[in-house]
């Protein structure tokens, strides 16, 4: 299994809402990542756990709240989130190469997020 | 801080070579990726440099000088489903940290 699986596709929540967006990935990565990007820009990294271990926050807001409940599994719950958070959620992960370092992510197809 | 710089749009036409740069200012730098977006797609990786010199991946090739501060992302024999967004983006030391350039949207022309 070579993919990053993410769901739901889409979601559609009202400002009041929680909601939880959820990330897999079965290759055996220990760093996982979440991403927002908004259409025409660059992912923009939010968070980075390392061994099941949060190790970037990238100054984040609190209604955006990560969870790794194992080294398999990402989570992002949402709550109280603004009309300007709508956009693309990428969960991302990679492997640590020889020397420590690691290169390539893999990105899971996204969550397309409209906050009303 | 970080920055990456990179051209907004490159149109070329089917089977030609295409160039597409990218300049970086960080304040710590491990290495140099480029990634591959389709409209509505995610991001794929596409080549990683850590040192000097070029890599080569099929039509694919991607170059990196440190001491210029400088990469770019070679696109040889091009066809029409290698019109997307092409982003650089540098890691910091232990490669966590990624930082994503504004991104450069290739057009190819029959």
């Known amino acids: 299994d070579t993919e990053v699986t993410q769901t739901p596709k889409h979601l559609v929540m009202g400002m009041t809402n929680k909601k939880s967006l959820k990330c897999e990935q079965h290759m055996g990565h220990r760093a996982m990542y979440w991403y927002k990007q908004k259409a025409k820009k660059p992912p923009e990294l939010m968070f980075v756990y390392s061994y099941e271990k949060l190790s970037i926050n990238e100054s984040v807001p609190s209604r955006f709240s990560p969870e790794c409940p194992n080294s398999s599994l990402l989570n992002l719950h949402l709550h109280a989130l603004q009309p300007e958070d709508s956009a693309l959620y990428l969960c991302?992960?990679?492997?640590?190469?020889?020397?420590?370092?690691?290169?390539?992510?893999?990105f899971g197809p996204g969550t397309r997020l409209t906050v009303l | 801080g970080q920055s990456l710089e990179q051209p907004s749009e490159v149109t070329a036409v089917e089977g030609a070579i295409v160039q597409i740069n990218c300049t970086y200012q960080?304040?710590?730098?491990?290495?140099l990726s480029w990634y591959q977006q389709h409209d509505g797609g995610a991001p794929t990786f596409l080549s990683y440099?850590?040192?000097?010199g070029l890599e080569e991946t099929g039509r694919f090739s991607s170059f990196l000088s440190r001491s210029d501060s400088y990469g770019y992302l070679l696109l040889q024999e091009l066809q029409m489903k290698d019109s997307a967004s092409y982003f650089c983006a540098v890691s910091d030391t232990g490669g966590f940290k990624t930082i994503f350039g504004a991104g450069t949207r290739l057009f190819v022309k029959a």
């Open positions: 440099n850590a040192l000097d």
């Open positions: 960080t304040s710590g730098f491990y290495g």
């Open positions: 991302a992960s990679s492997h640590r190469r020889t020397g420590g370092q690691y290169n390539e992510q893999f």
